[in-house]
């Protein structure tokens, strides 16, 4: 796991951390592009506000209770702990410190801090009549773990012709009966809808918002919160020929976490969380079971649920199960894993569906990568080292040209700024930083340094100064912009830049005042390091 660096940033620590947390991932299987993109999201959120010196915590983590994992568990021939343990310790936890993902807590459904908290939890809504039992009989889908509603269904074709499928994982679901506990999530269609309205941005995209709420106003029923047919999972206190419906434990997680039951400075520090990132198709889960959980407990609901949308390849949702789960070190391994934690902010708007291809990947980063960013950083510090040795000289010379570049910076921190930190629109960040870049390349152009460079005299030699300063002071503070995106890259443009020994570490400078324009000291040593971007090889064969 990596470190946070909240404690450098000097945040309060009596203060209410800034909590973000993923879903905890299904661990049938190794993760794929799916899986990361929302992490990576989580990752750069958090550290963005840790540049602005705020207390911050990351929660990531993996399910590993349900029907699912203890058949994927027998069809590999171990027990179901021996299955995720194996996952998490050879898959997941190593690719998250592989992709660079800052988590300052990693939770597993499995541990005793989890399991003890939510049969607490559990026994203490059956004890205010909040769970009775019943049975029921439906459709249910494995691979959600889902019983669905008749009209959710959608009707096989081919090899499923005349058989009723799930409209996400695309196979048939199974009729079960079965004696349960059931919590009355019916009673509170009325207060979810109150707080829909009371808080807009509760959920978000706009359209998931609209999807929920419909839902709810067609009428709640009642949760089952148990299954008898298998014994997978957490045993329900008062009956123990049940476990706990694996999404009612699985949600628990965002509160066992942070100190729920047995940590109550820590649980009231953190708890809730300021954004739940959730992929769409378990949205319902979060906007409507989580805080009708929360609200019978008489605990804080959390700020809001963002839920990004789909990756598809081939027109297919990126999934383990449409087996176009496309491993992220396939990608690293060829373009870098800055790059990729890069792109696909960059290339899909955050909530919206979008498409993975080895073509735009290839394009966006020799284009916008190599050559604007990584081409501007090369060739300001090949022109300090052949006019000024190396010394960062002093700007003394601005005018016109240099008021616009700050004036560009100042727009640039405030967009990004509200963007990434508050709007989760990582793409519009990004394309503020990036428009900015393009900004001081064309700034670079049009000054022609090159050729101010020939002119010996007191007044030429102040200009190519003031021209390179500018430039330099301007890849400063991109470095700081993107830090939170492509840190490794970022530490690399800091360190050439001779901002290391005289700023100090690149992880306590803050977002916010990142256009404070002459930060960076005239003297400093500017060196041309390794190429922040190299020239792609050619694609690997299939």
Same mark, same amino acid.
């Given at each position: 796991?990596?470190? +946070?660096?909240?404690?450098?940033?000097?945040?309060?620590?009596?203060?209410?951390?800034?909590?973000?947390?993923?879903?905890?991932?299904?661990?049938?299987?190794?993760?794929?592009?799916?899986?990361?993109?929302?992490?990576?999201?989580?990752?750069?959120?958090?550290?963005?506000?840790?540049?602005?010196?705020? $207390?911050?915590?990351?929660?990531?983590?993996?399910?590993?209770?349900?029907?699912?994992?203890?058949?994927?568990?027998?069809?590999?021939?171990?027990?179901?702990?021996?299955?995720?343990?194996?996952?998490?310790?050879?898959?997941?936890?190593?690719?998250?410190?592989?992709?660079?993902?800052?988590?300052?807590?990693?939770?597993?459904?499995?541990?005793?801090?989890?399991?003890?908290?939510?049969?607490?939890?559990?026994?203490?809504?059956?004890?205010?009549?909040?769970?009775? =039992?019943?049975?029921?009989?439906?459709?249910?889908?494995?691979?959600?773990?889902?019983?669905?509603?008749?009209?959710?269904?959608?009707?096989?074709?081919?090899?499923?012709?005349?058989?009723?499928?799930?409209?996400?994982?695309?196979?048939?679901?199974?009729?079960?009966?079965?004696? @349960?506990?059931?919590?009355?999530?019916?009673?509170?269609?009325?207060?979810?809808?109150?707080?829909?309205?009371?808080?807009?941005?509760?959920?978000?995209?706009?359209?998931?918002? @609209?999807?929920?709420?419909?839902?709810?106003?067609?009428?709640?029923?009642?949760?089952?919160?148990?299954? #008898?047919?298998?014994?997978?999972?957490?045993?329900?206190?008062?009956?123990?020929?049940? %476990?706990?419906?694996?999404? %009612?434990?699985?949600?628990? @997680?965002?509160?066992? *976490?942070?100190?729920?039951?047995?940590?109550?400075? =820590?649980?009231?520090? +953190?708890?809730?969380?300021?954004?739940?990132?959730?992929?769409?198709?378990?949205?319902?889960?979060?906007?409507?079971?989580?805080?009708?959980?929360?609200?019978?407990?008489?605990?804080?609901?959390?700020?809001?649920?963002?839920?990004?949308?789909?990756?598809?390849?081939?027109?297919? $949702?990126?999934?383990?199960?449409?087996?176009?789960?496309? $491993?992220?070190?396939?990608?690293?391994?060829?373009?870098?894993?800055?790059?990729?934690?890069?792109?696909?902010?960059? *290339?899909?708007?955050?909530? #919206?569906?979008?498409?993975?291809?080895?073509?735009?990947? #290839?394009?966006?980063?020799?284009?916008?990568?190599?050559?604007?960013?990584?081409?501007?950083?090369?060739?300001?510090? *090949?022109?300090?080292?052949?006019?000024?040795?190396?010394?960062?000289?002093?700007?003394?010379?601005?005018?016109?040209?240099?008021?616009?570049?700050?004036?560009?910076? +100042?727009?640039?921190?405030?967009?990004?700024?509200?963007?990434?930190?508050?709007?989760?629109?990582?793409?519009?960040?990004?394309?503020?930083?990036?428009?900015?870049?393009?900004?001081?390349?064309?700034?670079?152009?049009?000054?022609?340094?090159?050729? %101010?460079?020939?002119?010996?005299?007191?007044?030429?030699?102040?200009?190519?100064?003031?021209?390179?300063?500018?430039?330099?002071?301007?890849?400063?503070? %991109?470095?700081?912009?993107?830090?939170?995106?492509?840190?490794?890259?970022?530490?690399?443009?800091?360190?050439?830049?001779?901002?290391?020994?005289?700023?100090?570490?690149?992880?306590?400078?803050?977002?916010?005042?990142?256009?404070?324009?002459?930060?960076?000291?005239?003297?400093?040593?500017?060196?041309?390091?390794?190429?922040?971007?190299?020239?792609?090889?050619?694609?690997?064969?299939?």
């Amino acid at each position: 796991m990596a470190a +946070t660096g909240s404690e450098k940033q000097g945040a309060d620590e009596n203060a209410k951390a800034f909590y973000v947390s993923t879903p905890i991932y299904y661990v049938n299987d190794a993760p794929h592009l799916g899986h990361a993109y929302t992490t990576v999201a989580g990752d750069v959120l958090t550290r963005w506000h840790r540049q602005r010196g705020e $207390k911050v915590w990351y929660l990531t983590g993996t399910d590993e209770h349900g029907q699912k994992i203890m058949r994927t568990a027998e069809a590999n021939d171990v027990t179901p702990q021996e299955w995720c343990d194996k996952l998490v310790t050879e898959a997941w936890k190593p690719l998250w410190e592989h992709l660079n993902i800052a988590n300052d807590d990693f939770i597993r459904t499995t541990e005793k801090r989890h399991t003890d908290r939510v049969q607490e939890f559990v026994q203490d809504l059956y004890d205010k009549g909040e769970i009775y =039992k019943g049975g029921y009989e439906g459709p249910y889908c494995v691979g959600c773990e889902e019983y669905k509603l008749p009209g959710d269904l959608i009707d096989g074709e081919g090899e499923f012709s005349g058989q009723k499928l799930c409209p996400i994982h695309k196979k048939p679901v199974e009729l079960l009966k079965e004696e @349960n506990y059931f919590f009355k999530l019916s009673e509170y269609g009325d207060k979810l809808l109150a707080l829909y309205e009371a808080n807009p941005g509760f959920i978000q995209p706009e359209s998931a918002r @609209n999807e929920v709420v419909n839902f709810v106003k067609q009428g709640l029923q009642d949760l089952s919160i148990s299954r #008898s047919t298998f014994d997978w999972g957490v045993k329900v206190p008062w009956d123990d020929k049940h %476990v706990i419906y694996v999404w %009612v434990d699985a949600l628990l @997680n965002y509160a066992t *976490a942070v100190g729920y039951g047995a940590n109550e400075e =820590k649980f009231a520090s +953190t708890f809730p969380a300021n954004v739940h990132l959730v992929g769409k198709d378990i949205l319902r889960f979060h906007a409507v079971i989580w805080p009708a959980m929360l609200l019978a407990q008489g605990l804080p609901v959390p700020g809001r649920v963002a839920a990004n949308g789909w990756l598809m390849v081939g027109g297919e $949702k990126m999934s383990k199960s449409n087996l176009t789960g496309i $491993k992220p070190q396939d990608l690293t391994s060829h373009f870098g894993v800055d790059a990729y934690r890069w792109y696909f902010l960059r *290339a899909i708007a955050f909530g #919206s569906d979008g498409s993975f291809s080895w073509e735009d990947f #290839s394009a966006r980063y020799t284009s916008e990568l190599a050559n604007d960013y990584g081409n501007l950083a090369s060739r300001l510090a *090949a022109m300090v080292g052949k006019y000024f040795g190396g010394a960062l000289p002093e700007a003394t010379a601005s005018g016109d040209a240099e008021r616009a570049v700050q004036d560009g910076l +100042t727009k640039a921190v405030a967009e990004a700024d509200r963007k990434i930190g508050e709007e989760l629109d990582f793409q519009g960040g990004i394309l503020a930083i990036f428009d900015f870049v393009k900004q001081v390349n064309g700034y670079i152009t049009e000054q022609e340094p090159w050729k %101010v460079a020939k002119d010996d005299s007191p007044e030429g030699k102040a200009r190519l100064a003031t021209i390179l300063y500018t430039a330099a002071e301007s890849l400063r503070a %991109v470095a700081v912009l993107l830090n939170p995106v492509m840190p490794e890259t970022s530490q690399k443009l800091w360190e050439s830049l001779g901002a290391e020994p005289s700023l100090g570490a690149l992880a306590d400078q803050n977002v916010r005042t990142a256009a404070t324009w002459g930060t960076l000291p005239a003297g400093a040593t500017v060196t041309k390091g390794a190429v922040l971007f190299p020239r792609l090889e050619e694609k690997p064969a299939a």
